[in-house]
């Protein structure tokens, strides 16, 4: 069955520091790969998604991430962590059962430290 | 271009009574989710429509929840009679359509809190 693994609950880093949260991924064939972030009293809003093709991804807000088949993972990096970008971060995998259906991980919680 | 609506976005009831959420999604998706979210879990598909009709309940408890989505457009979710375990973010989602992973688009979240 597919499923998202997403170890880490919480992180803290210090404003200016450099972020990388982890996503392992379990799926039967060629995924397609989503990060979500989720501000509080929000709803989810699109980082980034790999579908194909080059396995470096760029999205928004500075975010990117790499789909690595060999280790079933599609971790979400950031070089320079900003105050606003605490939020809990979602990675998710699709589809599922044919029809566009996702599968979302747990949740990594992101704090910044001034 | 506008959102997709959700409300309320706070709700308060006691066990065995019942609740209904509302969701507009963006104009012209014909596709429509609902999901719940559990505190500390990732968001769980509960049913997927493809304009009016059903194209996925296999995660909705049935006994307890149903959804509708007349006309293709607006959606109902509703929850009769509710329990303690219900107590989640329900969010609505939408995209362009089932084909392609189109990016779905979220809404606000209803906060439902059973007591």
């Known amino acids: 069955a597919q499923s998202v693994t997403q170890p880490d609950i919480h992180i803290t880093v210090s404003e200016g520091a450099s972020l990388e949260l982890r996503c392992n991924y379990s799926?039967?064939?060629?995924?397609?790969l989503f990060w979500y972030v989720q501000s509080p009293g929000q709803g989810l809003q699109l980082l980034l998604k790999y579908f194909s093709g080059d396995t470096l991804v760029q999205g928004i807000k500075g975010f990117e991430a790499e789909f690595k088949r060999s280790q079933s993972s599609f971790n979400l990096r950031k070089p320079s962590v900003h105050w606003s970008d605490a939020a809990e971060y979602f990675c998710a995998v699709g589809p599922s059962g044919g029809y566009n259906k996702l599968i979302f991980g747990a949740g990594t919680r992101l704090a910044v430290h001034p | 271009e506008a959102g997709v609506a959700q409300s309320p976005r706070y709700k308060i009831i006691e066990k065995r009574q019942s609740v209904a959420f509302w969701c507009n999604p963006i104009s012209g998706h014909a596709t429509l989710y609902w999901y719940q979210q559990i505190l500390g879990q990732g968001p769980k598909l509960l049913i997927q429509?493809?304009?009016?009709?059903?194209?996925?309940d296999s995660q909705l408890p049935k006994d307890r929840f149903s959804a509708e989505r007349l006309k293709g457009v607006d959606s109902t979710l509703k929850i009769q009679p509710a329990k303690l375990e219900d107590s989640a973010v329900y969010l609505c989602?939408?995209?362009?359509?089932?084909?392609?992973?189109?990016?779905?688009?979220f809404g606000p979240g209803t906060r439902l809190t059973v007591t």
């Open positions: 429509f493809q304009n009016n009709g059903v194209v996925d």
């Open positions: 989602a939408s995209s362009l359509s089932t084909q392609g992973n189109y990016e779905q688009y």
């Open positions: 799926y039967g064939a060629t995924p397609y």
